[in-house]
């Protein structure tokens, strides 16, 4: 008679444990979607921040750059991203005209098949 008894133990504890797996793996699952996706989103803002500073360090350099953005308004900048960046999109484009700075507002878009929101930097280039 102890035996059957056991049994059903044996069974109950089986019945919660997979109750609590089936419960905890969904949770486990969303948070590394999450974490995955910080990591995306922190990538995504060095590489604005990539652009921005190479704009400013290279500035006479890329001078086709600004006379493309003076006339057109907004520049697709990508080949300035390295080989890191290559799965992201980079767009400039100049948010306010004014004499002495270049107002730029820096898009980056991710090209994969997540669905990730864009990331937007602004800057102040002085002209010269």
Same mark, same amino acid.
């Given at each position: 008679m102890r035996k059957g008894a056991i049994f059903m133990d044996i069974?109950?504890?089986l019945f919660l444990l997979g109750l609590g797996t089936i419960t905890v793996f969904p949770i486990l699952n $969303?948070?590394?979607?999450?974490?995955s996706l910080a990591g995306r989103k922190?990538?995504?803002v060095y590489a604005a921040e990539t652009v921005a500073e190479t704009?400013?360090?290279n500035r006479d350099e890329l001078e086709d750059l600004f006379i493309q953005l003076e006339e057109h308004g907004e520049v697709d900048v990508t080949d300035l991203? $390295?080989?890191n960046f290559s799965k992201y999109k980079c767009q400039i484009i100049n948010t306010e005209d004014n004499e002495y700075l270049w107002n730029i507002k820096i898009i980056v878009n991710y090209n994969g098949k997540e669905s990730i929101s864009d990331v937007e930097l602004q800057a102040s280039i002085p002209k010269k």
């Open positions: 069974l109950i504890a $969303t948070s590394f979607k999450g974490f922190a990538e995504m704009i400013m360090a991203l $390295t080989d």
